[in-house]
């Protein structure tokens, strides 16, 4: 029995991101976009007849597997992470584990989104940028290219991510055309930290 994959609701209404990221944007991203990820990498699972397909085990050999589940499938995870770290009005950084590991790793909070910010800005072409806790633990910052992401065998920088940025083109362009570093700026505004929080407290237990 091969698993197929759903597109997730969004945990928000597609205006709700706005002025950071428009309405219009969210909702070819979400129905389009991901969707298409979705649709491909059900129809490239089908195709290789894998008995897991969980995508994070699938990840761990994607050298071994296709280019179809190396794009749609890091296409379907990237995208679902991406929608549940962004929250309406954004939240603060708690005080607490994570806090303390951003402190000693970068200095300050300012000073993590300054390396984000040119990793992001930096990434040629289509990719993401990436927060991720490394192997021993540690937190680090990463860019890949594509839909490729940190948990896949040929990421340079490996770990798991919980927090990461789209830089496509499609993500941003409607609204901030060619200046992907004033969106890279406005995605601060809508960051859920509480969410990356629990994802590092999960990738640490
Ligand atoms: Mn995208």
Known sequence: HIMSYKLP???????ALAPYIDATTMEIHHTKHHQGYVNKLNAALEEAKLEDSDLEGLFGKISKLSSGIRNSGGGHFNHSLFWTILTPGGSELPEGELAKSVESTFGSL??????FAN???????SGWAWLIVDADGELKVTSTPNQDNPLMDTAPDQGTPI???????????????????EYIDAFWNIVDWKAVEKRYLAAKS
Do not use: I
């Not at 300012?110 to 390396?115: A, N, V």
């Open 163 to 181: 927090l990461g940025l789209d830089v496509w083109e499609h993500a941003y362009y409607l609204n901030y055309q060619n200046k992907r570093p």
């Open 110 to 115: 300012e000073d993590l989104k300054t390396t």
């Open 119 to 125: 990793a992001a800005a930096t990434r040629f072409g």
């Open 9 to 15: 609701e969004l945990p928000y209404s597609y205006d």
